[in-house]
């Protein structure tokens, strides 16, 4: 059974910074991408960073410049450091991986930026 737990959510202040982190478990031989994506209330889920096995990354461009996709590749982690956080990124933000070509996500965590 795989799993995908998040952690690293909270209340911060326009202008703030969070890092969210998403470790895999279970029985996992190989990860290929991994990324994270977030939904806003009334809002469809959108994608805002993705990280490949090999490093290669991919961001929304409402992030670029401002959010630091990374993963460690031995402990099946990936991380997103938030910076210069605006009220619009206000929402809950899902891991999500590829393992062996199936999808998983974890349960979500909630971030919200105060004006």
């Known amino acids: 059974q795989v799993q995908l737990v998040e952690s690293g959510g909270g209340l911060v202040q326009a202008g703030g910074s969070l890092r969210l982190s998403c470790a895999a478990s279970g029985s996992i031989f190989s990860i290929n991408a991994m990324g994270w994506y977030r939904q806003a209330p009334g809002k469809r889920r959108e994608l805002v960073a993705a990280?490949?096995?090999?490093?290669?990354?991919n961001y929304a461009s409402s992030v670029k410049g401002r959010f630091t996709i990374s993963r460690d590749n031995a402990k099946n982690t990936v991380f997103l450091q938030m910076n210069s956080l605006k009220p619009e990124d206000t929402a809950v933000y899902y891991c999500?991986?590829?393992?062996?070509?199936?999808?998983?996500w974890g349960q979500g965590t909630q971030v919200t930026v105060s004006s």
């Open positions: 999500n991986a590829d393992i062996e070509g199936w999808g998983y």
């Open positions: 990280i490949t096995s090999g490093g290669s990354t």
